[in-house]
């Protein structure tokens, strides 16, 4: 009923141009402002939720561009830093102050829409203060919020719409193109998500093997995870109930999380070194798990209990995902001239690069997003990419190009290796299997975030995704 009277109230309102109050007139730390426009502001949807966008217009045309969405994963992470620090038009630089231009802008060739969702993440924030949320109404207020954008935006409505995301928004991307593919009054094109979770077990039982084959765990490890946690020539080791095997999953957690490995980038640095996954920090828990490996082994569940106990007993929480800098972007997000330019309401949080309340809270209710994926595919008319980055371990790629190999599409051009332009002359970018309307791709030598590791070749790719080109 809520949304209902939402709707009506909306179209009772009426369609206007581009919100004038949004556009941003000066942004600080820029040498030069840019040529194109740009928005920010609050999309306000169903029960006093309001969804900070910021939205910035084709280098290009953006008359004609695409639209395309970008969330960033979690759950519980802003979309800022997608923005800010992969493949927005300025990359924040390590002073917290300065933007400098990115020749590998998403922007040169779309519209690129960067929500904070959900509230509670960013900016963004309820009237109530509730952020307790879980992946349905996640999803419904996303398709809120696009209708929102477009209401506001009247000129993009006609446009080619694609929705992207990364990390978690394997689970978000897919579970808003269900709804969205659903209205036609939207111009859904496609989605691409980008080392994305697309099922828990794939991606705990495949990072078991790739933790190996990139000689992580050394061959007794492996010789006892076999033992105990195969069988028949199946390995389980997702949800498997043999202490045994619990056990030596633990240790295989251990050598991921604590021994200084960068779980984003096995081959990058990390930021900081790697503290354990959770400890206390002048009174505050600090927590270096978005808590998307191992959901379901037992120690893990432990953990995630007892932290939401101490949320519970209003311990301050800190979300600091492992060998990630954000000092930059949270210096100058929370600059006070910054926020006015952007337009920041009064109401809403400091901005952080992720939310512990949203993370601790969330209610994970798929699994995997298996039926949604067959679900577009089986309308025939969206072009579908899955890509990763091939040495992250929180999104490996064997367990998303075991996924989609698992919805049994009919293969178009077999796998092989994709080029692109580089700064050298031809680079191989990775490799691409192509099914009916639905491509896996990796990026070699790429992370968790590719337009940040890899972004003339990630540019390369986002072009002839929207551009409907072949890989």
Known sequence: MQVFLWFLLTFL??????????????????????????????????????LHYWFVESQSKPSSDPVVLWLNGGPGCSSLDGLLTEHGPFLIQDDGVTLQYNPYSWNKIANMLYL??????????????????????????????????????PEYSSNELYLT??????????????????????????????NGMSSYELNDNSLVYFAYYHGLLGSQLWAELQMYCCSGGKCDFHNNQNPNCTEKLSDVQ??????????????????????????????????????????????????????????????SVRLDPPCTNSTPSSLYLNNAYVK??????????????????VNLMYGRLY???????????????????????????????????WFVESLQQQVEVQRRPWVYDGLDGHQIGGFVKEFDNIAFLTVKGSGHMVPTDKPVAAFAMFTRFIKKQPY
């Not at 960013?122 to 109404?137: A, H, W």
């Not at 006015?340 to 309340?357: N, R």
């Open 165 to 194: 995301g990364e990390s978690y928004g394997g689970i978000y991307i897919p579970t808003l193109a269900e709804r969205v593919m659903e209205d036609s009054s939207l111009n859904l094109q496609g989605v691409a998500v980008g």
């Open 116 to 153: 904070e969702s959900p509230v509670g993440v960013g900016f963004s924030y309820s009237d109530d203060k509730n952020y307790k949320t879980n992946d349905t109404e996640v999803s419904m207020n996303n398709y809120l919020a696009l209708k929102e954008f477009f209401r506001l935006f």
């Open 340 to 357: 006015k330019a952007l337009h920041i309401s009064p109401d809403a949080l400091d901005w952080a690069i992720c939310s512990s309340e």
């Open 254 to 315: 251990t050598i991921l999380y604590s021994s200084g490995l960068n779980i984003y980038n096995l081959y990058a640095p990390c930021a900081g070194g790697v503290p354990h996954r959770f400890s206390v920090d002048h009174g505050q828990l600090v927590v270096r798990d978005m808590g998307n490996i191992f959901i379901n082994h037992q120690e893990t569940r432990q953990w995630n209990q007892k932290l939401m106990s101490l949320a519970a007993a209003h311990l």
């Open 13 to 50: 309102l009426g369609a206007g141009a581009a919100p004038s109050a949004d556009e941003i007139s000066f942004l600080p730390g820029l040498q030069k402002q840019p040529s194109f426009r740009q928005y920010s502001g609050y999309l306000n949807v169903a029960d006093g939720k309001h």
């Open 367 to 401: 699994m995997d997003v298996r039926k949604q994926y067959l679900k577009l595919l089986s309308a025939l008319k969206y072009r579908v990419l899955v890509y990763n980055g091939d040495v992250d371990m929180a999104c490996n790629f064997m367990g998303d190009e």
